[in-house]
């Protein structure tokens, strides 16, 4: 396949985004990029850092001393981010962090600055990248939008099945709250809040199976290019 695209993946919190994400990349031969990563970096940065990011110098400071990039680890078959340096892949994926992430992805100079990075990553197309804006702001010209849905129940137990093997002591409850409460943050805020794209096809996974929904979207793929 020659003639390459750019493919967004977006939709609300654990409808398996990264999950589809990864297998087209890998079908394709494409670059998989986890927006979401780089929003979960910045926030850990914030809370080791003790940052304030209610105050816009702060904010402003601490992104000039976050740098961030991918790479590809050949054991777990996937990029990984690293934040100054360190792989803080697993890291970023703990409750503490989920709990703030959503309010930090809603300040406009994180924003400003993870957009631009994402929209580099994808100049020479070959991409999928997942996310909440990346339909609509990152890259609004892309040839294939898919935007994901499931019922908040799959949802919420699949989020459980992966957390309670990290941290036992998670509830199903702390568990649906904190997707509840992204969802709202992420599909509220004022700078690209999370929505379906205009163009963007709609693909609801509460009731097919992984390799169904590869199907689906490869035959987008197809038809796209
Ligand atoms: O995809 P994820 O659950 O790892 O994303 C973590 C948070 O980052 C999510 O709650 C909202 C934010 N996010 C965002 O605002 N924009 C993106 N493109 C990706 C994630």
């Known amino acids: 396949m020659t003639n390459k695209i750019i493919i967004t993946i977006d939709g609300w ?3 398996g985004k990264s999950t589809l994400a990864k297998q087209l990349a890998k079908a394709l031969g494409y670059v998989y990029i986890d927006s979401g990563a780089m929003y979960r970096a910045i926030t850990l940065y914030f809370l080791r850092n003790h940052i304030d ?19 590809y680890n ?4 996937q990029s990984e981010i690293f934040l100054n340096d360190e792989n803080v892949e697993y890291v970023i994926r703990d409750l503490v962090v989920a709990e ?9 100079a994180v924003r400003t600055c993870a957009v631009a990075q994402q929209q580099k990553m994808g100049a020479k197309k070959g991409i999928v990248m997942d996310g909440r804006d990346i339909g609509t702001t990152v890259f609004p010209d892309a040839e294939l939008k898919i935007f994901m849905t499931a019922a908040i129940s799959v949802r919420v137990d699949r989020r459980f099945k992966e957390m309670i093997e990290k941290n036992p002591n998670i509830t199903i409850e702390e ?28 693909l609801d996974n509460t009731n097919i199976d992984m390799m169904e929904q590869l199907d689906i979207a490869l035959k987008l793929v197809a038809k796209a290019l």
């Open 13 to 15: 919190s654990s409808c």
């Open 175 to 202: 568990v649906k709250a904190n997707l509840e409460m992204r969802d709202h943050i992420d599909s509220h805020r004022e700078v690209s809040p999370l929505r379906q794209a205009e163009d963007a096809i709609l």
């Open 53 to 71: 990011w209610t105050d816009n110098k702060d904010v402003t400071q601490a992104l000039d001393n976050i740098h961030l990039h991918f790479e």
């Open 74 to 77: 050949e054991k777990s078959a």
């Open 100 to 108: 703030k992430v959503s309010d930090v992805a809603a300040i406009r």
